[in-house]
């Protein structure tokens, strides 16, 4: 009976061990993984934030919203539209 419990205390000693390390591989691997993703996040947002920047500069040039604008933009071009 006594020798019974010394092994059955090492089993849990040995598992607990086993989880322990489980448990530590396992911190590291989300801290590198956490870590990958911020940095993947931040590269996302980088190149979606420059995408919609140059979207916006080109619809700018292509098209405005202000009329004044495309009235003026016109008229440079095409002399014929004063006249009109």
Same mark, same amino acid.
């Not at 205390?9 to 390390?21: A, L, P, Q, T």
């Not at 916006?56 to 095409?78: A, G, R, V, Y």
């Given at each position: 009976?006594?020798?019974?419990?010394?092994?059955?205390?090492?089993?849990?000693?040995?598992?607990?061990?086993?989880?322990?390390?489980?448990?530590?591989?396992?911190?590291? /691997?989300?801290? +590198?993984?956490? %870590?990958?993703?911020?940095? &993947?996040?931040? *590269?996302?947002?980088?190149?979606?934030?420059?995408?919609?920047?140059?979207?916006?500069?080109?619809?700018?040039?292509?098209?405005?919203?202000?009329?004044? /604008?495309?009235? +003026?933009?016109? %008229?440079?071009?095409?002399? &014929?539209?004063? *006249?009109?």
């Amino acid at each position: 009976s006594n020798n019974q419990r010394s092994n059955s205390s090492k089993g849990v000693r040995f598992n607990d061990d086993v989880i322990g390390r489980s448990l530590h591989n396992l911190n590291n /691997e989300l801290q +590198s993984l956490s %870590s990958e993703h911020g940095k &993947l996040k931040h *590269e996302i947002s980088k190149t979606t934030s420059s995408k919609h920047q140059q979207q916006k500069e080109s619809l700018n040039l292509n098209d405005s919203d202000d009329p004044d /604008e495309n009235d +003026s933009f016109l %008229s440079k071009q095409d002399p &014929l539209v004063d *006249e009109v």
